[in-house]
């Protein structure tokens, strides 16, 4: 895999022109240390990830199937344990400056990286996809629009955020986090003052949904951003220290993560809809053009795109970073090309499928950063890539993905993301003690 991006066309000198302007995001070598960012650049990257109208659509689907209590119980702990587990690989990337990809050469091997850095991307790609999906949906149905327009608008708006990298991400976090906090407390708080904050609580769930168990709400919460969360590397190698680095996630996990979802998950509470559909109208986009202000509509609006805009930034700028590594080309000129190929996945109401993206990432992707921590906290700390596959690796993530196949089948009423993760832990763990692969006693 060639280590420098080269071109033929001329477009690299034009990407080292515009690497000067916005900085570079070094995506084939660490980030040196006189590179790195503050600790507040590093926490709004990663608070405006989260904090956004899925994740309180995600929490009114939660609600919906469990009730207020059981779902709240769910997206605590599903958010603490993401902590842990995004702080834990963060703190990877801070200490040696590396990206995903190159952290996944070290585990998986030099060539063996691509099968999961290529899953990684493309997933994230999709997401960048659903989400642009879905404000072109929302902004159509609420204005009587074009629902091909509003997404072609959307695309190329976050197109533009991710173009500008990093200092991209850190400026639409500015925007768009003091907007949710704002909106989604006055949305949370109106819907529960006029139902009643008792009725809020004793919500036992809508009566037209099915029923979901404590199994399923932890799946649903870890595998919202358990892709994002496995290529945290991408941006704690920015943080210059172990403090920032952590301080960062938690802003995110579980800080952010969690008032969106509460957000959501209090007003679906408080309308107490026998059949809530939160990727209709009954979502805080929804709520806020109900009220019939015309002030408060054009707010909505301007909302829904910086909001979602965040997230897709920051899905496209991990997707086009992974992609850049293996193709040996420049992190924006992939950001182009693959939010180009987002839009056009996205006029195709690909965010209509957004349960089955979180059920293909709870059985393939938890394995992944079981491996990874288990390699660099355990067995081979501080080890270099030395190999171009390394065997045991894959060995264990088809183990751990294998038996979360099987309780997504057979139990279903369990996590089949928790399942995969220790079960790839455990594999991974007794495989490196069988083959001896240069443990540390230290």
């Not at 009954?282 to 910086?306: E, H, P």
């Not at 991990?318 to 693959?338: D, E, V």
Request: with cysteine; net charge neutral; glycine share 10%.
């Amino acid at each position: 895999m060639k280590e420098e991006a080269k071109s033929v066309t001329g477009i690299e000198s034009v990407e080292d022109t515009v690497d000067e302007v916005f900085g570079a995001e070094y995506e084939h070598k660490p980030v040196p240390y006189e590179a790195r960012r503050s600790t507040f650049s590093v926490t709004t990257v990663w608070i405006g990830f989260p904090m956004i109208i899925t994740g309180a659509m995600t929490g009114s689907i939660l609600v919906a199937g469990m009730g207020f209590a059981r779902a709240v119980v769910a997206m605590v702990v599903g958010n603490l344990l993401m902590f842990g587990y995004v702080g834990a690989l963060g703190l990877l990337g801070t200490k040696r400056g590396m990206n995903y990809p190159l952290l996944a050469s070290i585990v998986f091997g030099r060539k063996g990286y691509v099968f999961s850095s290529a899953l990684l991307s493309t997933l994230l790609l999709g997401w960048y996809a659903v989400q642009t999906g879905i404000t072109g949906n929302l902004v159509a149905s609420a204005y009587h629009l074009n629902y091909v327009l509003m997404t072609a608008v959307a695309g190329i708006l976050y197109i533009g955020v991710t173009l500008v990298g990093v200092r991209g991400l850190h400026w639409i976090g500015i925007v768009s986090v003091p907007l949710f906090v704002i909106l989604g407390v006055w949305v949370a708080a109106d819907a529960a003052v006029h139902a009643g904050w008792g009725h809020v609580v004793a919500y036992n769930g809508a009566t037209g949904v099915s029923s979901m168990s404590m199994g399923v709400g932890l799946t649903v919460v870890l595998t919202l951003f358990v892709d994002a969360g496995t290529v945290a590397a991408d941006f704690n190698r920015w943080a210059k220290d172990t403090r920032s680095s952590l301080l960062a996630t938690f802003s995110a996990f579980p800080f952010a993560n969690l008032v969106a979802m509460l957000v959501g998950g209090v007003m679906t509470a408080a309308l107490a809809k026998s059949n809530p559909q939160p990727f209709a109208t009954d979502n805080m986009f929804g709520y806020m053009n109900d009220v019939g202000s015309v002030w408060l509509s054009i707010l909505a609006f301007i909302f829904l795109y910086c909001n979602l805009g965040s997230v897709c930034s920051h899905c496209l700028y991990n997707s086009a970073i992974g992609w850049a590594r293996i193709f040996g080309s420049h992190m924006r000129l992939l950001a182009l090309l693959l939010g180009g190929l987002g839009i056009l996945i996205a006029a195709g109401n690909v965010w209509a499928y957004f349960i089955q993206w979180l059920s293909l990432l709870g059985v393939l992707v938890p394995p992944i950063g079981a491996i990874i921590l288990v390699d660099q906290y355990i067995g081979r700390r501080n080890s270099e890539i030395d190999a171009d596959w390394r065997p045991t690796a894959f060995v264990a993530w088809a183990a751990g993905s294998a038996v979360a196949l099987f309780v997504n089948f057979r139990a279903p009423d369990w996590s089949t993301a928790l399942s995969a993760f220790v079960v790839a832990i455990l594999v991974y763990g007794a495989l490196s003690l069988v083959f001896a692969e240069n443990i540390e006693t230290a």
